[in-house]
């Protein structure tokens, strides 16, 4: 069980809009920034976003981060069939002393 | 341009340990502010943060394979490693290796992933 909780999947056709929720506590997310991973089959994840909100350069502004209390979420517009992956939430946790995942999200583009 | 790369047997037999390193290109892992860690994947599922080791050489570990875990570092070859004891099949998994970018709190780079099992 992850201290982190994603739905474990989502799906969206060419073009459209989707959201990925995280959903933490106040050790988590509620006091520290959340970073999103992409991980594409077969491949290491990647850094997509970071301090909540921000983009790592060569990631496209499709891609957006946000956070409210104890939850975060990670929007992407315009879906492209080359974002179908894995994604993954994490943060800091202060009780755990311990970077906590989220269970990841498996994105299907339709 | 940072690389890390992943290094180590792939099969392990149960009770036996675990011994990888990650070699490091591009940047000294005993300058700046940054860590370095070890992330792992079993098959199918999802991350595991296993622990991280400063730029000064201090350690941290996830509290449930404190016990079993030990991350180290060879300043001069500029390659830092994990030893994970007494493995089980529970341990199969791949293993990366990422630095921990203190600025952005976050996993930036990662080294491809290596895939250990652990059987007879």
């Known amino acids: 069980q992850s201290v982190l909780t994603q739905p474990p999947s989502a799906s969206g056709t060419p073009g459209q809009r989707v959201t990925i929720s995280c959903s933490g506590s106040?050790?988590?997310?509620?006091?520290?920034?959340v970073n999103w991973y992409q991980q594409l089959p077969g491949t290491a994840p990647k850094l997509l976003i970071y301090s909540s909100s921000q983009r790592p350069s060569g990631v496209p502004d499709r891609f957006s981060g946000s956070k409210s209390g104890t939850s975060a979420s990670l929007a992407i517009s315009g879906l492209q069939s080359e974002d179908e992956a894995d994604y993954y939430c994490?943060?800091?946790?202060?009780?755990?002393?311990?970077?906590?995942f989220g269970g990841g999200t498996k994105l299907t583009v339709l | 341009q940072l690389q890390l790369q992943e290094s180590g047997p792939g099969l392990v037999k149960p009770s036996e340990t675990l011994s990888l390193t990650c070699a490091v290109s591009g940047v000294s892992i005993s300058s700046g502010s940054d860590y370095w860690g070890w992330v792992r994947q079993p098959p199918g599922k999802g991350l595991e943060w296993i622990g991280s080791i400063s730029y000064s050489g201090s350690t941290y570990y996830n509290p449930s394979l404190k016990s079993r875990v030990t991350i180290s570092r060879e300043t001069p070859k500029n390659q830092f490693s994990l030893k994970v004891n007494s493995v089980t099949a529970a341990d199969t998994a791949v293993y990366y290796c990422a630095r921990r970018w203190i600025a952005g709190d976050a996993f930036d780079y990662w080294g491809r992933g290596t895939l250990v099992t652990v059987s007879t």
């Open positions: 106040s050790s988590n997310i509620g006091s520290r920034t």
């Open positions: 994490a943060a800091w946790d202060d009780s755990l002393k311990d970077v906590a």
